[in-house]
């Protein structure tokens, strides 16, 4: 597609339900990255895919958050009993070969509250 | 974990002023990037800059890096009302470490 793309744009959800959130990357992006932006705490890396290596899931915030992503391409972002403090924007981004630097593109974003 | 450290974390201007933000990092870096987020979705990439350049210049858009002092500026020449936005640096590695950004305002 043109630009990476996110779904759903907003997600309302109640405590301790489960929420999936998907990226659509660049095609031939070899690279995608999860972001979290909360109120008053930036932008906030969660999890990188690089080709069909193990991904590097650094920054995920508790073992309630995991991704994946199937065939090399598209990327679920799974939140299970999600908590008010998951409540924040989740960015997607992808990037041509994942080298150290390169740009990324970003997605417009999925806005999550959890009530 | 944040790298960038963004200043100011808000600035207002009048349209044509120039404005100019700055980022300071905390380790050694091969590149740093400016992005803009607008209405706290998406955001686009302005400009990278690597470790041995000093200046880059991209249309309105003029950064400087300081790896002596950690530091980077990105100067907005005449701004516009749809300059209106936040503005993050990165310090790159494979994933992007975001400062938490300044908000720019700019009034007609």
């Known amino acids: 597609g043109a630009g990476v793309s996110q779904s759903p744009s907003n997600k309302v959800t109640e405590k301790g339900k489960d929420v999936e959130l998907r990226c659509d990357p660049i095609?031939?992006?070899?690279?995608l990255y999860w972001y979290r932006q909360s109120l008053g705490q930036g932008l906030e890396f969660l999890i990188y895919?690089?080709?069909?290596?193990?991904?590097?899931k650094s920054g995920l915030p508790s073992d309630r958050f995991s991704a994946e992503r199937t065939g090399g391409s598209v990327s679920t972002l799974t939140i299970q009993r999600t908590q008010q403090e998951d409540s924040a924007v989740y960015l997607c981004a992808s990037s041509l070969g994942g080298e150290w630097g390169e740009t990324q593109y970003f997605g417009p974003g999925t806005r999550l509250l959890v009530l | 974990s944040q790298q960038g450290e963004e200043d100011p974390q808000a600035l207002s201007i009048q349209e044509g002023e120039n404005a100019t933000m700055n980022c300071s990092y905390k380790?050694?870096?091969?590149?740093l990037q400016w992005y803009r987020q607008n209405s706290g979705r998406g955001l686009v990439h302005l400009i990278l800059i690597r470790s041995n350049e000093r200046e880059k210049h991209s249309g309105r858009l003029r950064v400087t890096l300081d790896t002596s002092k950690k530091s980077s500026s990105l100067l907005i020449t005449a701004s516009r009302a749809a300059d209106t936005a936040s503005y993050f640096c990165?310090?790159?590695?494979?994933?992007?470490?975001f400062g938490k950004g300044t908000s720019l305002l700019v009034t007609p």
């Open positions: 380790t050694s870096i091969n590149n």
């Open positions: 095609s031939g992006h070899t690279a």
């Open positions: 895919f690089q080709g069909n290596s193990a991904p590097d």
């Open positions: 990165a310090t790159t590695g494979y994933a992007l470490n």
